[in-house]
Nanobody, 121 residues
Framework: QVRMVESGGGLVQPGGSLRLSCVASGSLFRLNTMGWYRQVPGNQRELVAAITSGGNTNYADSVKGRFTISRDNAGNTVYLQMNSLKPEDTAVYYC???????????????WGQGTQVTVSS
């Protein structure tokens, strides 16, 4: 069974920085795209950033230039470096990955449990 475990959330003042980490553990054959979503109560979950296994990245317009996504393929880990944080970045952040546990199985999405990020003075 594959688990996605996030860490690094917390409370930070506006303009500050946080680094989120997420490691995929368990029996994995392959991980494709990994990413981060966020959700505010009452709103839909939205994509923040994504990165392919080859390193191509995609960002939401609202975080471009402030957030950087990266990954360690050997460690099945994805990171989100968040700089110049704003109060509107406050949300629960979820990591996700598309992967498979056996070569013959179809790709599926795995999700972490979420980590709270609060930007407030």
């Amino acid at each position: 069974q594959v688990r996605m475990v996030e860490s690094g959330g917390g409370l930070v003042q506006p303009g500050g920085s946080l680094r989120l980490s997420c490691v995929a553990s368990g029996s994995l054959f392959r991980l494709n795209t990994m990413g981060w979503y966020r959700q505010v109560p009452g709103n839909q979950r939205e994509l923040v950033a994504a990165i392919t296994s080859g390193g191509n990245t995609n960002y939401a317009d609202s975080v471009k230039g402030r957030f950087t996504i990266s990954r360690d393929n050997a460690g099945n880990t994805v990171y989100l470096q968040m700089n110049s944080l704003k109060p509107e970045d406050t949300a629960v952040y979820y990591c996700t990955a598309a992967g498979k546990e056996r070569s013959w199985l179809p790709l599926r999405d795995y999700w972490g449990q979420g980590t709270q990020v609060t930007v407030s003075s």
